[in-house]
Every structure is written in structure tokens, then in C-alpha cells.
């Protein structure tokens, strides 16, 4: 088990801020979770004992909506904490967290977590930074998918998963997401992504291969996603 205290991943996250001595007790407190492709790390109305730090891989945040459809709100990449929200609002999560490949977790006691915010001034910063940076990318989430059509939000959100996730040795996005989990990302029908993935590769702006998605065309995309 990786000591935190010399772990790379919490440069991209709230625990940079921790002192030698915090973080060798986190190291004594934490436990390490596997967690495979399609598991949920929590779903919607669980009560947290705990906070989880993504050692490796990738992950989705739904919404169950009314009509029983997940709605994805947002993707969560290695390095990031999950679970915090709820810890400190002292409530039941509210969204389900889902596993897009097998992940490596480090899952911290939720008393660590509050005895952190309580007594680390620049801890309780950092992690209040990172929940206004959540809301704001919520907000854009809702007013993208407020003021652009269909296509615009799937040109819009092929950017950002290329931004988000990276590409791999090949030139494709470097996560393997099912036409059903794009079209829950940009809130439509399975079909309907089908449909305007195939106008995309048929136009030459982007280059599919199973689930593989290579952007061939930034300029276009960003020319669609501006609603032109």
C-alpha cells in the first residue's frame, strides 16, 4: 500500500495541503478498494461513512431523473476526492458514482475527513475551492444543456471528453464511453447520439472504431458547438 505521504496523486487534490504527520495518519486509516468497470463506487441515497480518493482510473457522476433514466452530470478523473459534499453536509448522496474503467480507491474514514477540515485551515480552503469549482461546472452543465440543441452539446462534449480524459498513443480519447452513456452525458436518446455520431464520422470531423472516439476536426466541432 502506497504511503499518502509520498503518494503523487494528492498533488492534484485537497491533501497537498496536509502536513508529514497528517498525512502518515491518514496512511494508518485508509483502506484500499478495486473497483471494476460498471461498479458503482455509492449510489443515490447512501449514507457515507467515508470520502474516496481516485488512485487510478475514471468515473461517472448520474442523476436518476423522474421517468427512471440516468441523467451523467459530470465525470470524475484520477486524483480527485468523492464523497465529500455529502460528509460535510451531513447527507445521503445524491448522486450515484459509477466506475467507467477498473479503479484503484483510497477510501478515508468520514472522522478523518472532518478532523482535517477542523483543525487545517489550509485543508478546509482547499476543499471549499474545490466544491465552488463543482458548482460552477454544474452551472455550466445546466446552461449548456439549457441553451444548445442536440448536436451542439454532443460537438461541445466531445471537446471536453478529449479535454477531461486526454488521448491515447493513437490520437482517441483515452476512455471507452457506450453510445448510451454519451447520449446520457448530453441528454438525449441512445439513438439520437447514434444517429449524429454517424453525420460526424460521415463528415469527416471525427474517426470512430468501437467505442473509440479520435476528433478529426476541432475547428468544426467547436464551429458546431458555437451553434453554426
Known amino acids: 500500500m502506497a504511503n499518502c505521504e509520498h503518494?503523487?496523486?494528492?498533488?492534484l487534490n485537497s491533501f497537498n495541503s496536509l502536513s508529514k504527520a497528517e498525512l502518515s495518519h491518514l496512511h494508518s486509516k485508509k483502506t484500499i478498494?478495486?473497483?471494476?468497470?460498471?461498479?458503482?463506487?455509492?449510489?443515490?441515497?447512501?449514507?457515507l461513512n467515508g470520502i474516496y480518493c481516485l488512485q487510478s482510473g475514471e468515473c461517472k457522476v448520474s442523476?436518476?431523473?423522474?421517468?427512471?433514466?440516468?441523467?451523467?452530470?459530470?465525470?470524475?478523473k484520477q486524483g480527485e476526492i468523492v464523497g465529500h459534499k455529502s460528509i460535510l453536509s451531513s447527507t445521503s448522496a445524491k448522486l450515484t458514482v459509477t466506475a467507467l474503467e477498473d479503479m484503484e480507491v483510497c477510501f478515508i474514514p468520514?472522522?478523518?475527513?472532518?478532523?482535517?477540515?477542523?483543525?487545517?485551515?489550509?485543508?478546509?480552503?482547499?476543499?471549499?475551492?474545490?466544491?465552488?469549482?463543482?458548482?460552477?461546472?454544474?452551472?455550466?452543465?445546466?446552461a449548456t444543456m439549457a441553451q444548445k440543441n442536440v448536436r451542439e452539446r454532443l460537438a461541445e462534449?466531445?471537446?471536453?471528453?478529449?479535454?477531461?480524459?486526454g488521448v491515447d498513443e493513437n490520437g482517441f480519447i483515452a476512455v471507452k464511453l457506450t453510445r448510451e452513456e454519451i447520449a446520457n452525458a448530453i441528454g438525449t436518446a441512445t439513438e439520437s447520439s447514434i444517429r449524429l455520431l454517424s453525420e460526424f464520422k460521415r463528415?469527416?470531423?471525427?474517426?470512430?472504431?468501437g467505442k473509440q472516439i479520435k476528433l478529426l476536426d476541432k475547428a468544426k466541432l467547436i464551429h458546431i458547438s458555437d451553434g453554426f
Not at 503518494?7 to 498533488?11: A, H
Not at 442523476?63 to 470524475?76: A, E, S, W, Y
Open 63 to 76: 442523476k436518476l431523473t423522474p421517468n427512471g433514466k440516468d441523467q451523467i452530470v459530470r465525470f470524475i
Open 157 to 165: 462534449f466531445l471537446l471536453y471528453f478529449e479535454r477531461m480524459f
Open 33 to 47: 478498494l478495486h473497483i471494476k468497470r460498471g461498479q458503482p463506487l455509492f449510489v443515490e441515497g447512501t449514507v
Open 203 to 209: 463528415d469527416g470531423i471525427i474517426k470512430l472504431h
Open 7 to 11: 503518494c503523487l496523486v494528492k498533488e
Open 110 to 142: 468520514k472522522q478523518e475527513l472532518l478532523d482535517l477540515f477542523a483543525n487545517n485551515k489550509e485543508f478546509s480552503l482547499s476543499v471549499t475551492k474545490s466544491l465552488c469549482d463543482s458548482l460552477d461546472k454544474a452551472n455550466m452543465t445546466v
